[in-house]
C-alpha cells in the first residue's frame, strides 16, 4: 500500500505534466483553414426548340436631323434576312452570342412560314445553334416622322449542345432570352450596312400586324441613340453584356 508521502509526490507529478501539456497546447500557432477544394465541374447537354409567330421589327433612323442614306437602308431592309445569313460576320457574332458554340442563321422558305416543324428541325452537322427566320409580311406605317417600314417575322431557335463543360452558375444567372441574339445581330447588321439607321424589335404576337396604331406607337416611343457613334457603343456594350452571360450559362467546349 502507497503511503500518504508517496500519493503526494504522483498528485505533484500529475499536476506538472497537466499544467505542462496546457501550455504546450497554447503554445501552439493558429492552424490556416483547408484550402478550398477546385470549382465543382461537370458535364452539360443541352435541347431546346423555341418558336415564335408574329414578331414585329421596324427600321428608324438615327438622331433628329435629317435621315442620310435613306436607299441604302431600303436595299439592307428588303434584303435583310438573306443578307444576314451570308454574312460571315453575323454567323461570328451568333456564335459569340450563344457561348462560343458554333451557330448559324438560316432563311425558311415563305411557303413554310406557318409549320412549326420547319423551324424547330435539328441544326445541321456541325451546328450547335441554328436560329431560322422567315417574313410574313412587310409595310409602311406612317409616323411623326415619316414612314417608318415594319416587318413580321416567324422565328425559330433550337439548341443542340452536348457534353459542356461548365462550372456552377453564379447566383443571378439566368438563361438568355430567345429574342435577345436576334435582335443585337439584326441591329449591328443594319448599322454595319446602312450607318445611321436602327432596327429594333417594336411588337410581340399579342399586337396584330394589321393595327397600325399600335405599330405607330411603338416606333414613335422608341429610345434611339442620338448618332452612330453612340449606337455603336451602347450596341457593343450590349453584345459583350449576352455575350458573357451565355458563356456562363451554356458552357465550353471540351478541348480535342
Not at 505533484?12 to 505542462?20: D, I, P, T
Not at 451546328?127 to 416567324?154: C, H, M, Q, Y
Not at 441613340?225 to 450596341?235: G, K
Amino acid at each position: 500500500m502507497l503511503s500518504l508521502q508517496s500519493l503526494k509526490r504522483w498528485g505533484q507529478v500529475l499536476l506538472l505534466l497537466a499544467v505542462g501539456t496546457t501550455a504546450c497546447q497554447r503554445e501552439q500557432p493558429p492552424q490556416p483553414p483547408p484550402s478550398p477544394g477546385p470549382a465543382s465541374t461537370g458535364t452539360l447537354s443541352r435541347d431546346s426548340a423555341f418558336w415564335v409567330s408574329g414578331w414585329g421589327y421596324y427600321l428608324r433612323p438615327t438622331g433628329a436631323g435629317k435621315p442620310t442614306g435613306a436607299d441604302k437602308s431600303k436595299e439592307v431592309w428588303s434584303d435583310l434576312f438573306s443578307g444576314m445569313s451570308k454574312d460571315a460576320k453575323t454567323r461570328e457574332l451568333l456564335t459569340r452570342l450563344h457561348g462560343g458554340w458554333p451557330a448559324e442563321l438560316i432563311v425558311v422558305d415563305a411557303k413554310q412560314a406557318k409549320d412549326q416543324s420547319a423551324f424547330k428541325a435539328q441544326p445541321p452537322d456541325g451546328v450547335a445553334v441554328v436560329l431560322r427566320v422567315a417574313d410574313l409580311n412587310l409595310k409602311e406605317v406612317k409616323t411623326i416622322a415619316g414612314p417608318v417600314p415594319f416587318r413580321e417575322i416567324s422565328y425559330g431557335l433550337v439548341i443542340r449542345i452536348k457534353d459542356a463543360l461548365i462550372a456552377e452558375l453564379p447566383l443571378g444567372k439566368a438563361e438568355p432570352l430567345p429574342e435577345e441574339a436576334l435582335s443585337l445581330a439584326i441591329e449591328d447588321y443594319v448599322l454595319r450596312h446602312a450607318p445611321g439607321w436602327v432596327a429594333r424589335r417594336g411588337t410581340g404576337p399579342a399586337t396584330s400586324f394589321a393595327d397600325d396604331e399600335q405599330l405607330r406607337r411603338s416606333a414613335e416611343d422608341a429610345k434611339l441613340p442620338p448618332s452612330v457613334e453612340d449606337q455603336r457603343r451602347e450596341l457593343d456594350q450590349k453584345i459583350k453584356d449576352l455575350a458573357n452571360r451565355s458563356k456562363d450559362y451554356y458552357g465550353a467546349m471540351r478541348k480535342p
